[in-house]
Every structure is written in structure tokens, then in C-alpha cells.
């Protein structure tokens, strides 16, 4: 059985638990479960993007426990906090640490991630089960030109492009890098590691997308070493600058509905449950 706590999110197929949520006017989330009896496992699913979803998570497999479910697994596509995977400066906390500590104690059968931003975030996560990014990279490779270069936006993303282009059977990779400013964030230049691209199409792929900094500037870069058309795809796109820079530079823009649902021309949103 299947327990969606957004209404708007079904990434999996199964019978649906039937369940009424609010929140307090003090602000807590609350959950009453309407099944009668559950007899089988249960996958509750969910998009948090705050410490309520989060709360609402925890609760929803509480009240479950009430009702004796003693199969329970979560699927949470989009891991909070797990770009702060490590402390960069002092004074910061791990926050990725502070989430999976919590729902490590929710005594979860498994937990499902999709395409994590580290491999720390795994670690950190008893039972956990990671879904590659690989099935929605083939969906998306469907929508483009057949002869691109696949695009490392940096260092940290070349393990997982290169693990990708393997099982895809992709030869034409670049590692492009960029540089950041620890203390402030600012990105301060990136780098492309050919002269002349020759006006060949090319696909970068990454995990996430919040404002697009890395993107845009990596972009720019590309351009001047003559690429040809450029697209983008990226497994959870938060896009909190908006989308008319992005689509003004990419001449296609890819995600999926692991962070929120997006009703907008300029983005292709691939949904998970074609894809889990």
C-alpha cells in the first residue's frame, strides 16, 4: 500500500492509503489515518522541502506503528540538506547528518533516495536504497540531438558522469570545474577544457538546480568555445530564480517532479513514477 503525504506527489504504483492531514494553528502538522486494518507493507512517500514535511513524515509512520503496520519504507526522492554535506567553515552544522538522524529513528525497513548529491547522504541512512538518475537520463537522451557531449558541470560531479556514461554507453565526456568561495558561496570563474567545441550540441547533467548560477556561467563558457545548441538536465530542479535566464541560455531544460510539481513551457518535467 501506498501513503502519499502530498496529494500532488504519486511516484509509485499501489492501492492508496486513505488519510486526512492539517496543520495547527500553532504550527504543527497532524495526521489521521482512515484504513481500518493494514495488513501488508506500507511505502509512505513525500517532498520535503521543510521541517513540517518533515515533521509530517514522522508522524505519518508513528501513526502507522499504532495500527501495528510493522512494514514500513519511505521514499523521499529529494534528500534535504544533502549539499551540506560536510562543514565548510566553522560554525556551520552537517546538516544532512541532522536529517538522517532523524529518520534513522524512525526504524524505516528502507529508505528510498533518488540520485543523492554525495555519497554521504547514503552513508548516513540505514536501509537505504538509492535510485540512480540513470533511467531518467535514458528518457531524457529520447528528447535531444544523438550527437552531444555529455557535460560534467565540475570535479564533484564527474564520478557519477562518468558511472552514468558507462551504463548509458556514452563516449563524448568532458569535465568542466569551476571555482567557489567557501566563506561567501560566489562562484568566481569556470573553466572548459577544449578550444573549439565545433559547434557540437551539448547536455549537462547534475543533481539540482536552485538558482541556476553554475549553469548560466557555465554556459556562457561553453559558448565561447563555439557549442553548438545547449541542454540541461538536472534530477531535482528547485529553480528558486525563476526560469527565463535558464531558458534563454538552454534551448531545453529537463527535471523531474522529485522537489515540486512544475506547470511552466519553458521546463520538460519528467514525472518519477515513468521512471522508479
Known sequence: MILNLDPHFKPLEGIEVNFESFVFNGGEPHIRIKEIEIEEAVYVTHRINSFNDLGLLCIAVDALKRMNVKDIHALIPYFPAARQDRVMVKGESLSVKVYAKIINGLELKSVLIFDPHSDVTPALLNNCITIQNTQFIEK?????????????????????????????????????????????????????????????????????????????????????????????????????????????????????????????????????????
Open 140 to 276: 531524457v537522451l529520447q528528447l535531444i540531438p544523438s550527437n552531444f557531449i555529455l557535460i560534467s558541470p565540475d570535479a564533484g560531479a564527474s564520478k557519477k558522469i562518468f558511472k552514468l556514461a558507462s551504463a548509458l554507453g556514452i563516449s563524448n565526456i568532458m569535465e568542466c570545474g569551476k571555482k567557489r568561495n567557501l566563506e561567501t558561496g560566489q562562484l568566481s570563474g569556470f573553466s572548459v577544457p577544449v578550444e573549439d567545441l565545433k559547434n557540437k550540441s551539448c547536455l549537462i547533467v547534475d543533481d539540482i538546480c536552485d538558482g541556476g548560477g553554475t549553469f548560466l556561467g557555465l554556459a556562457s563558457e561553453l559558448k565561447k568555445k563555439n557549442s553548438g545548441d545547449l541542454f540541461l538536465a538536472v534530477s531535482h530542479g528547485i529553480f528558486s530564480k525563476g526560469y527565463d535566464d535558464l531558458s534563454s541560455t538552454f534551448r531545453k531544460i529537463f527535471t523531474t517532479d522529485s522537489f515540486k510539481n512544475i506547470e511552466s513551457p519553458q521546463i520538460t518535467q519528467l514525472v518519477l513514477n515513468s521512471i522508479l
